[in-house]
């Protein structure tokens, strides 16, 4: 399995992407390479400075680098040369099996759009964030993708994230739900209630209504469905406010003697790094999106979750279960 991992893309880079590769390569002993992208000089001066670098590793040459200024519907024209450009063609080649980066979100998505196409039946590819809870976490879609969505929109992402949470997160029959402002089916905007109507008799989906945001972390579903706007905006506040928490209980610790509780697993629990890269669901290749700010233990997080949807055929299943819908769409209509 190949995994291509962008090498520019966050705020340090290539200082935290080249120590999670190697974090991730000793994770995962035998079944896993790495390319890494980006400007080969910068690349191979910063492995130098690790010691007993695993030799699953190979790097490629993208001496571009896409800026936070760009804009992510020019960079393939612009800049083809970039580190983001040339990763994903990689995969379009099939030279590799995923991409993942922490570079420019728009950019990442935009070139994923143009070089991996959206599967059939999907308008729009939504990114799916895992959230804790009470519970199990739970899946969040669309956590940044779509600004602008129509019902049929926020209906695919409610397939896209029922597809991942049966075929990844493992989930029999997953709970699918609306976020809005109240839990009566006729409230929120005109796109709420248009979808609302819409998901009640969707086939194939275990709809069980609208959501409000105080009811997400109690784990009462297993995937939670809105526009791109709303779940950046609910993702940034609840990465804030978990890093926040940990914050305190930090605090906490320090004038603390003796300690029985297991607050290294609340830390995992409410540390978003754990995760660490979300995927773009709907287009026809792996494509992992990771924070700019990640960590080396996010970006090893994020090559494991690559590894898990290339270990789990995501793309064909996806593909295969939106086809079964579509199909059985049309022998209704007929």
């Known amino acids: 399995m190949r995994i291509v991992l962008d090498a520019m893309g966050t705020d340090d880079a290539p200082r935290i992407e080249i120590a999670g590769a190697v974090e991730a390569l000793r994770e995962h002993e035998s079944d896993l390479e790495l390319i890494l992208v980006g400007d080969r000089d910068v690349i191979e001066a910063e492995l130098a400075r690790h010691e007993s670098v695993p030799n699953r590793i190979l790097v ?86 779509n600004v602008d969505c129509k019902p049929q929109h926020l209906v695919q992402f409610a397939h896209l994230g029922n597809i991942y949470a049966r075929e990844i997160m493992g989930r029999a029959k997953p709970r699918i739900a609306l976020l809005n402002i109240g839990k009566e089916p006729g409230k929120g905007d005109e796109l709420s209630a248009s979808a609302h109507g819409v998901l009640s008799s969707e086939d194939g989906l275990d709809f069980i209504g609208n959501l409000e945001g105080r009811d997400i972390i109690e784990g009462v579903c297993d995937v939670v469905v809105c526009d791109g706007f709303v779940g950046n905006v609910l993702l940034k506040f609840y990465e804030s406010v978990a890093q926040f928490i940990i914050g305190l209980i930090k605090t906490e610790l320090d004038s603390l003697t003796e300690n029985s509780l297991d607050f290294d697993r609340i830390f995992r629990i409410l540390d978003y790094s754990e995760t660490g890269g979300a995927p773009l669901l709907g287009v026809g290749g792996v494509s992992v999106i990771c924070h700019g700010g990640s960590s080396s233990k996010a970006i090893r997080n994020a090559i494991s979750v690559a590894a898990q949807a290339v270990r789990s055929d995501m793309v064909a299943q996806t593909a295969s279960r939106l086809s079964a819908s579509i199909n059985d769409a049309s022998e209704e209509v007929s």
Do not use: W
């Open 60 to 145: 490629y040459h993208a001496p571009d680098r896409v800026q936070p200024g760009d804009s992510p519907a020019s960079v393939i024209r612009r800049k083809p040369n970039s580190s983001i450009v040339v990763g994903l063609e990689l995969q379009r080649k099939r030279e590799a099996d995923a991409f993942v980066s922490a570079g420019s979100t728009g950019a990442v998505m935009a070139t994923s759009l143009f070089k991996l196409k959206p599967l059939p039946g999907v308008d729009r590819p939504a990114i799916g964030t895992l959230l804790p809870t009470a519970e199990q976490q739970c899946l969040l879609v669309d956590a940044g993708a």
